[in-house]
C-alpha cells in the first residue's frame, strides 16, 4: 500500500531553494508523520489530492475554511460574479454593508462590524477597540491559547520581544479561580477579557468551555468596565449560528471570525456590541484588500446557507457518527484513544503517547487509507461530508487501529515530537 | 454639473448603523471632499463607476492594487480556473513554488519569499525576521513613514500603547546625519533599518531616494549586522521590475511586498536574501489563507506581464505626459501646484494651501469632471491608461483649474482638515 509521492518529493526539492525552511507556518509539514503529503493539486466538496494524484477525504478542512464543501459551485460563481465587475477597488461596494447586516442579524451580540483578511487582523483590532474603550492596557488570556500569530499573541518566542509581551496577564482556561486572580492582578488596568470559545490549544485535550467559567467572566468585564472578547476565528459556525458562547449563555462584546464565513475565501471579521462602537471608530486599521468586493459576496452566499439549511445539524449528526464509531473500534482493540472537543471539531490523543508515536502511526495508516487525520491539531467536519464519507473513514479506523495494535510495543520514538517531552 | 448621489447617500446611512464610523481605514470618505462617493458598484480598465453610475478615469487605482487594468480578463481567468481547482485547502499547491521562483528570479536581491496577505503581514514579518537573525531588537525607521497599521507602527495612537513602540528610533528620511545619529542612539541593539523606498507619506509633498541616503543606510547595515529592510508594498513594480532602491543601486536584505503583485488579487510577500533565511525559517507566522492557490495564480500571470510587457516605460511615459500637461496648466493660471514623487505615483499639492481648501476644490471640480484625483495621498497610474485618458484628465483640469483661480480669494476653510493646521 504504498503511495506514490514523487512529484510532492520533487516540489519540497525546489520549495527548500527558495522558501526559508521549504515551507512555513500552520501547513508546513515539518511536525507531520513522514508520508503527509506537503503539496495538493485540487480540492472539491470533502476531498483532496494530493500533487501525486493520491485522493484524500479530509478532516482538516483546510485547519477550517471549508465548511460547506470544497469548489462549492454556488458560492464560488457568487465570488467570480462579483470579481468580473470590480473587485478591490478604490473603494468598497454596498455589499460592505449588506454583510455587516447580515452578520449582525445572525450574532445575537453584534451590533457593528469591522472586516480585514486575517484572523489575527480581528483579534488585533479586538486588543485596539478594548484599549481605546476602555483607556487601559492590561489583558487576560488563557495559558497556550492561540489567538494568532502576532508579535503580542505569538506561540513560539523567536522574533519576538518581550516587550510585544507587555500588559498581559495568563490565567488556566475554565479555572474560574485563576481567572478571578489573573483579573486583580490585572488591578485597575484591564482592557480586555481573551477568551477561546472552547479550549482547543494544539497537543492536548480540547474541553469545552465551563458555564461558570463563561459567566463569571462575563461578570468580571461588566465590575471593571473591561470588555469580554470571544475568538471565535477557529470555531465560528461550527458550534452556533451565533457567537460560540452563545451555547452557554454568555453574550461578549466583541468576537473575532474568520476562516469559514465565506467558506475559504478571505475575510475575517470583528464584531462588536454598541457599547464598543466608539472606540472601534476611533483607532486606525486597514488593510490593501480589506474592501474587496468579491469575498463579501461569497460571504453572503455562505452566511444565507448558514441561516437557512440545517448544515450545522448534519456536520453534528455525522460527528457524533464518527465519534460513536471510532470510540467503538479504538475499544475493540483496547487501545485507550481520547476524542475531545466540540464533534465537529474533534482532535485524537492517544494515551500512553507522549511523543506521539501512537498518533502518528494510526494517522500515517489512515492516509495509507486515504483518510487524511492530523496527529496533534483539532480537525473539522464539512457539510459536504456524508454518511458514507464517515463509514469509509470508519472503515480505515478500524484497519488503522488493528495496525497500531500490532505494533503497538515496537513503536519507534517519534524524533520530530521529542521537543513535546522537554 | 451635479453628480446624483441618492444611492451613496442611502448606503452611509445604512452603514452609519452596521459599521462603527460609518467606513474605517484608508478608504473611509470621512477625508475627503464632500462630493466624494463612499460606494462604488463596478470597474473595468482604468475607470471606475460609483453606486450612482458615474463613471470616473481613477488615478487612485485601488491605493495601488490595480495595476495592470481593473478585471484584467487574463489574469481572473487564471485566478478563477484555479480557484475552480481548489483554493483555500488543507496545504498549498506547488504553485506557491513557482511564485517563489519567478519573484526571487524578478528581484536581484531575493533568495526566498514568504507570502502573506496584507502589506503590513510582509512588513511584520521582516521585522521578526530582522530581530531573529540579530539577536536585537532596536530598529530605525523614518519619522510618518507608513509600514502598514500593526500597532508597532500605528499612524494614530488610539487603541495603541507606548509598549507597542518601544525599541524604535526615529531619523529623517533622506538626512544621512539624522540617519547616522538613529543608528547611534541604537548602539549595538540595531537589528534593523526600515525604510520606505521613497518619501511616500500623506498631506506632504513626496521625495524620491536621494542616494546618498540609501547608501549610507546599507553601509551602516553592513557594519553593524542589521538587516536593511526596504518597504516596496505600495511603491513596488511602479519604479522598476526589481526593488524600487535598484534605481539607486542598493540592494537590501529584506523587501516587503504587497497591493499590485497579483493586480488586485489578495496577496503580499516578503523576500529575503540567503543571509536572513535561517532566520525566516525560524520565526512562527501564519495566516489561514495565506497558502491560498488562485491569488498564486493571479499573480504568476501579472509577473509574467511585468517581465514580458512594456507597462512599465508605458505607465512612466503616460506619468510624464500628465506631470508636464499639469504643470503647464497650473501655469497658465498661475496658481502654485506641486507634484511630487515618481510620475507614476504623483502627489498633487497646491501651494499657500494648509489646510487644503484649494486642493479640495480643484478634486471637486476634477470628480465633476469624471476624474477620480485624491487631495492628499500619492496616486496611482495603471498600464490600462491610455494618453488619451490622460488627456482627458489634462481636459478636466484645465478647467478645473480655471474653476479654482475664480473662487481663489473666497474659498472658506476646509473644517475637517483643520488638524493640520495644529
Partial sequence: MSRPNSQDRALRERAEAVIPGGMYGHQSTRLSPEDYPQFFSRAKGARLW???????????????????????????????????????????????????????????????????????????IALMTARAHTHRKTIVLAKGAYH?????????????????????VYCEYNDVGSLE????????????????????????????????YARRARALCDATGALLVVDDVRAGLRVARDCSWSVVGVQPDLSSWGKCFA???????????????????????TGSFWYQAAPMAAALETLARVRDTDYLEHIEGLGTRLREGLAERAAAV?????????????????????????????????????????PWHNMFL????????????????????????????????????????A
Same sequence: chains 1, 2.
Avoid at 148 to 168: S, Y
Avoid at 384 to 412: C, P, V, W
Fill in 50 to 124: 494530493d500533487v501525486d494524484g493520491n485522493e484524500l477525504l479530509d478532516f482538516m478542512c483546510a485547519y477550517g475554511p471549508n465548511l460547506m464543501g470544497y469548489a462549492d459551485d454556488v458560492i464560488d460563481e457568487a465570488y467570480i460574479r462579483r470579481m468580473r465587475q470590480g473587485d478591490t477597488m478604490t473603494g468598497p461596494t454596498g455589499l460592505i454593508v449588506e454583510l455587516a447586516e447580515r452578520f449582525t442579524a445572525m450574532v445575537t451580540h453584534a451590533d457593528w462590524a469591522i472586516f480585514c483578511k486575517n484572523g489575527g487582523d480581528a483579534t488585533q
Fill in 148 to 168: 494568532g500569530a502576532n508579535p503580542w499573541c505569538a506561540t513560539r518566542p523567536v522574533g519576538v520581544t518581550p516587550e510585544d509581551k507587555l500588559n498581559q
Fill in 181 to 212: 486572580a489573573a483579573v486583580a492582578a490585572a488591578g485597575d488596568d484591564l482592557a480586555a477579557v481573551f477568551a477561546a470559545p472552547m479550549k482547543h490549544d494544539a497537543f492536548t485535550d480540547q474541553a469545552l468551555p465551563d458555564p461558570a
Fill in 263 to 285: 467558506n475559504g475565501h478571505p475575510i475575517s471579521a470583528l464584531l462588536g456590541s454598541d457599547k464598543a462602537r466608539k472606540a472601534a471608530s476611533q483607532i486606525f486599521t
Fill in 334 to 374: 483496547g487501545v485507550g484513544f481520547r476524542q475531545t472537543g466540540p464533534v465537529t471539531m474533534p482532535l485524537f490523543l492517544f494515551d500512553e503517547d507522549p511523543d506521539l508515536r501512537r498518533g502518528f502511526k494510526w494517522s500515517t495508516e489512515m492516509l495509507k487509507r486515504g483518510i487524511y487525520v492530523h
Fill in 382 to 421: 464539512c457539510a459536504a461530508m456524508t454518511t458514507d464519507d464517515i463509514d469509509q473513514a470508519l472503515d480505515a479506523a478500524e484497519d488503522s487501529f488493528d495496525a497500531l495494535s500490532r505494533d503497538l510495543d515496537s513503536l519507534g520514538p517519534v524524533e520530530k515530537m521529542k521537543f513535546l517531552l
